[in-house]
């Protein structure tokens, strides 16, 4: 029985996060993680799974002592961000600059973060990744937690963080039930390559069966989030080259002119979800695990983020290792992330209502706030920190 203080399942960008922030204060961590992160290879084109960073996010890497490995792999800053209604003339556009800032944040491959992470974690000296490896099971004795992994390992430790995405196995081994909306719609990805150059803009459209997103990579490339119903993602899924590019460009009203080539594509369902708790004693949960959110903003994993530095703010201010799976401990991390958690996922669910409407009052309203808002600086600067997560 190898004995840590914190066992967290899942090395994934939230749990590795986290794992970094314990270890750097001298925390025996033990992170166990089910796949073995793909090497980084400078010529291989970019992932379809990116991530929008924002500048809290990158304070966090940063802590985590990941930021320096992640830069120097590969990432992309977008400065400004334009935002329009696909019927009318309501738009808005950020601006780093109106607010002193030199970006809004960076478009960063998932894996990029990751590679960094673990990269980071390897160099504390109480930190151990255990990997490839998936915990079968865990009981609690006495306030101590013993976990079981699928090597036939056995740990132990004072609190199990559950870091382990969407269908969390600590989750469901706690018997914590999720609230779960399905939102029918599924974000469809790829990475295109433009015939005009992005000016380091993030280009979002709101189309009434979904936003569509092109996000600045390197040159003239970038990342497509686009959210459809999930018939019409296959649809597209299943359409040849030429014909996809066609629609992207009708989709993004040729603000980049005509998409030159297209990467693979994939599609991922989009659910909205809140664990009943985020904390049972020597347990929590943290990431994708506690909560999902619509990806329209790109903030989900941002909100993991929030998670990570929050719990481990709280779990360092104890006095004593043995303290931190207490559950008065646990619940102040819930009460600090629950509420901001909800409200985003609730504000994303309006906007995607809101822009889904197609009456037409309702879309005449929705232009005028919209050129509103983009005419007053100060509500402006007040949605560019929202954004940046200040
Ligand atoms: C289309 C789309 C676009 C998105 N765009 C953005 C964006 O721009 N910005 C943003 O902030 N968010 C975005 N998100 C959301 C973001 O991807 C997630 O919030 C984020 O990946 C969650 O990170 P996580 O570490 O909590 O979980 P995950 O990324 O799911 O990682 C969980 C890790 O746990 C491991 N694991 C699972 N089970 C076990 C087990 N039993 N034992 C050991 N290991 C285990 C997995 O292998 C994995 O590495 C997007 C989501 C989608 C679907």
């Not at 590795?16 to 290879?41: R, W």
Request: glycine share 8%.
């Amino acid at each position: 029985m190898k004995k840590y203080d914190v066992i967290i399942v899942g090395g994934g960008m939230v749990g590795s996060s986290l794992g970094c922030l314990l270890a750097k204060a001298g925390i025996h961590v033990a992170v166990v993680e089910a796949f073995e992160p793909k090497s980084f290879d400078v010529d291989a084109p970019h992932d379809l799974r990116v991530s929008a960073i924002s500048p809290f996010s990158r304070s966090v890497l940063s802590d985590a002592g990941a930021w320096q490995s992640i830069e120097a792999m590969r990432l992309s800053p977008y400065e400004q961000m334009h935002v329009w209604d696909g019927v009318g003339n309501g738009e808005i556009h950020f601006d780093a600059a109106e607010i002193g800032e030199a970006q809004l944040g960076h478009i960063i491959e998932n894996r990029v973060i990751q590679l960094g992470l673990v990269k980071a974690l390897q160099s504390y000296e109480t930190a151990e990744l255990i990997c490839p490896a998936h915990l079968k099971n865990f009981t609690i004795e006495e306030k101590t937690v013993f976990a079981t992994l699928s090597n036939g390992e056995e740990l132990s430790a004072s609190l199990i963080i559950g870091a382990d995405g969407a269908r969390s196995r600590v989750r469901e081994l706690a018997k914590i039930s999720v609230n779960r909306n399905d939102y029918g719609q599924s974000g469809l990805v790829t990475v295109v390559e433009t015939e005009m150059p992005h000016q380091n803009t993030a280009w979002q459209r709101f189309i009434s069966t979904g936003p569509i997103a092109f996000l600045p990579l390197n040159q003239n490339q970038s990342s497509i989030v686009w959210t459809l119903p999930s018939d019409k993602a296959d649809y597209m899924l299943a359409l040849d080259d030429d014909a996809f590019k066609i629609q992207l460009e009708e989709a993004i009203e040729y603000k980049l002119g005509k998409v030159l080539s297209v990467a693979q594509r994939a599609a991922f369902p989009l659910k909205g979800s809140q664990a009943e708790s985020y904390v049972r004693p020597n347990i929590a949960l943290v990431g994708d695990a506690a909560h999902t959110i619509h990806p329209l903003a790109g903030l989900g994993v941002n909100l993991g983020f929030k998670d990570a530095a929050k719990l481990a703010e709280i779990l360092l201010a104890t006095s004593s290792v043995s303290e931190m799976g207490d559950f008065s401990i646990l619940r102040q991390y819930e009460r600090a992330r629950r509420g901001d958690n909800v409200i985003t996922m609730k504000a994303m669910e309006a906007f995607s209502s809101l822009f889904a409407n197609t009456f037409s009052p309702i879309q005449q309203v929705r232009n005028i706030g919209l050129n509103w808002i983009n005419q007053n600086n100060i509500i402006k600067q007040v949605f560019i920190k929202q954004a940046m997560g200040k």
